[in-house]
Structure formats: C-alpha cells, structure tokens
C-alpha cells in the first residue's frame, strides 16, 4: 500500500525519490532513475531514448561494434629532382685575397672562378666586419676566358680603393694590389694567369 504523496499529491512507494506520475521538469534528464520497488506492482518506467551511433568523421572507418577507428595516413611518392650536374660547374680557386688590417688580418680568403661578392653580409664570399662596408660593397671577377681578375664597386657608399685610388666604376688587378674596403686593406695573390690556368678537365696546367 502506498504510505506517501507527492508534491503533487501522488500516492507512491516510500521508497521512490521520483514521482511517475507527474510530468517530467525541463531540467531533468531524459531517463528517470527509481529504486526498485517492494511489492510486486511496479508501477512503469520510462525507456531510455535511443542514441545513434556517432556519424563516421572523414577519413575514419566504422567497425561493426561501433568504434572509430582513425583510418592510416596515405604514403605519398614524391619525384626526385635530378640534379643536372653540368649546370652548376665548380668553382675552383683561381687566387686569394689576404687580409692586412683589423679583423681579418693574417686570415685568407680564396678567390673562384667567376664572381665573388665582397662586404658586410655575411653571405658574402669574402665577409668584412667593419661598418663603413655595404651589404653588398664589391665584386672580384675572374674571366677564365681571358685570364683577367676585376675589381667592380657595387655602389657602395664609401666607394672602394685599390692601391689608395678610388676605382671608378672597376679596375684590372695584377699581383701584390692592395685593395681597400672601408679601413680593411686586403693583399691580392692571383694563382691563374696567363700561363697558369685551370683546363676544361680540372687539370691545373
């Protein structure tokens, strides 16, 4: 027999928290939750709603028990670039520039076939640490066809010297010139010239 009512005024087991008969509040959840009852009428309980299985993301396999399963990442072949080897000829040593003042003196620096960049970034083929340098102050080409090493000014600000005179726009080297780029002074030594001179094959005749 039932021994207690509701806020509604509902006669129910003492041992239910929830009334079944009163409609649910807006708050509550979907499923009620009861004690089971003592006596054998049980009075009637909702089911709970039916969830359906989560909907397979992109990319993702559905196995029959309903578990993601995140699908392996696809190998991709990526087509080697084959390097043409006779585009890039090297560069060998054709002379050196060594330096007489300031941080770079003592050291040596070599000098290629083709143009190498003189000044202050340090990307440069000969990098001068001193702040009346330009980024890009100067380049020293050699010409192998014509066994000539010259001397270019890049525009710099303070302009470049060889043997105290200013070059304008470049000038030949020959062997022993000193070269002046802000307060470093550079010694040119040239190892290919005229008769001395790298051949096709890389033979030093």
Same mark, same amino acid.
């Given at each position: 027999?039932?021994?207690?009512? #509701?806020?509604?005024? &509902?006669?129910? =087991?003492?041992?239910?928290?929830?009334?079944?008969?009163?409609?649910? !509040?807006?708050?509550?959840?979907?499923?009620?939750?009861?004690?089971?009852? /003592?006596?054998? !009428?049980?009075?009637?309980?909702? /089911?709970?709603?039916? +969830?359906?299985?989560?909907?397979?993301?992109?990319?993702? +396999?559905?196995?029959?028990? &309903?578990? +993601?399963?995140?699908?392996?990442?696809?190998? %991709? @072949?990526?087509?080697?670039?084959?390097i043409?080897?006779?585009?890039?000829?090297?560069?060998?040593?054709?002379?050196?520039?060594?330096?007489?003042s300031?941080?770079? %003196?003592?050291?040596?620096?070599?000098?290629?076939?083709? %143009?190498?960049i003189?000044?202050?970034?340090? %990307?440069?083929? +000969? *990098?001068?640490?001193d702040?009346?340098?330009?980024? $890009? $102050?100067?380049?020293? *080409?050699?010409?192998?066809?014509? /066994?000539?090493?010259?001397?270019?000014? $890049?525009?710099? @600000?303070?302009? @470049?010297?060889?043997?105290?005179? !200013?070059i !304008?726009?470049?000038? =030949?080297?020959?062997?022993?010139?000193?070269? /002046?780029?802000?307060? $470093?002074?550079?010694?040119?030594?040239?190892? #290919?010239?005229?008769?001395?001179?790298?051949?096709?094959?890389?033979?030093?005749?």
């Amino acid at each position: 027999m039932a021994d207690k009512r #509701c806020e509604n005024g &509902h006669f129910i =087991d003492e041992s239910w928290d929830l009334c079944p008969y009163c409609p649910a !509040e807006s708050a509550e959840s979907d499923i009620a939750i009861v004690r089971p009852t /003592r006596g054998p !009428e049980a009075p009637p309980t909702r /089911r709970p709603t039916a +969830v359906p299985p989560p909907t397979p993301a992109p990319g993702r +396999v559905e196995n029959p028990s &309903h578990i +993601v399963v995140q699908a392996p990442p696809m190998e %991709r @072949t990526m087509a080697a670039q084959k390097i043409d080897s006779a585009a890039a000829p090297k560069r060998y040593v054709v002379g050196w520039l060594v330096g007489l003042s300031g941080a770079a %003196r003592g050291e040596s620096y070599p000098v290629r076939i083709g %143009r190498n960049i003189l000044g202050r970034d340090r %990307r440069s083929d +000969v *990098v001068i640490n001193d702040d009346q340098a330009s980024s $890009h $102050h100067a380049d020293l *080409v050699f010409r192998p066809e014509e /066994r000539r090493f010259i001397l270019m000014d $890049h525009n710099s @600000t303070n302009g @470049t010297y060889v043997n105290d005179a !200013e070059i !304008e726009p470049r000038r =030949d080297l020959a062997l022993n010139d000193i070269i /002046r780029i802000g307060s $470093h002074r550079f010694l040119f030594m040239p190892l #290919c010239k005229e008769d001395f001179f790298w051949d096709e094959e890389g033979m030093l005749r």
